[in-house]
């Protein structure tokens, strides 16, 4: 079962980013480049326009994340990861991308160059405290289970 949220969307480019496919858990959101295309050059990073500003209901997020196409076809990535847009955030949305692959990539108007998932937050009250509980698994990190 899917929720729906209202979310109101200014695009000074006049397109509504769009979910690809009746299942799709996130929206395409395009690049907006209005004065020509922008070369991003093999292992550089850039901060690409859409164009797009977003009023989030509080207690939602929207994770800005790589589209996996570009990823494996050409090895554009987000510089991040995964972007945060918090909900009272209300610039415009840029994508922080770069060109993991072996030549130059071309970005143009309209390119669809990320996608966007709406997730709900926990925000915490953080404690301090002098000590934490034991468990079993105690401060074993990277790799302590085995392969």
């Known amino acids: 079962m899917t929720a729906n949220a209202r979310i109101k969307i200014v695009s000074r480019s006049g397109r509504l980013p769009a979910y690809a496919t009746e299942g799709a858990s996130g929206f395409d959101l395009p690049a907006w480049l209005p004065d020509g295309d922008l070369v991003l050059p093999a292992g550089e990073r850039a901060l690409v326009p859409t164009g797009i500003y977003m009023e989030l209901p509080p207690g939602l997020e929207a994770q800005v994340r790589a589209r996996s196409g570009l990823a494996v076809k050409h090895g554009i990535g987000l510089v991040n990861g995964i972007g945060t847009i918090d909900c009272d955030y209300r610039g415009e949305v840029?994508?922080?991308?770069?060109?993991?692959?072996?030549?130059?990539?071309?970005?143009?108007?309209?390119?669809?160059?990320?996608?966007?998932?709406?997730?709900?937050?926990?925000?915490a009250e953080l404690e301090l405290c002098e000590e934490l509980a034991a468990t079993e698994r105690g401060s074993g990190g990277f790799g302590h289970t085995g392969v």
């Open 94 to 123: 840029k994508v922080a991308l770069i060109n993991w692959g072996k030549e130059d990539f071309t970005i143009r108007d309209g390119d669809r160059i990320a996608q966007v998932v709406i997730a709900s937050y926990v925000r």
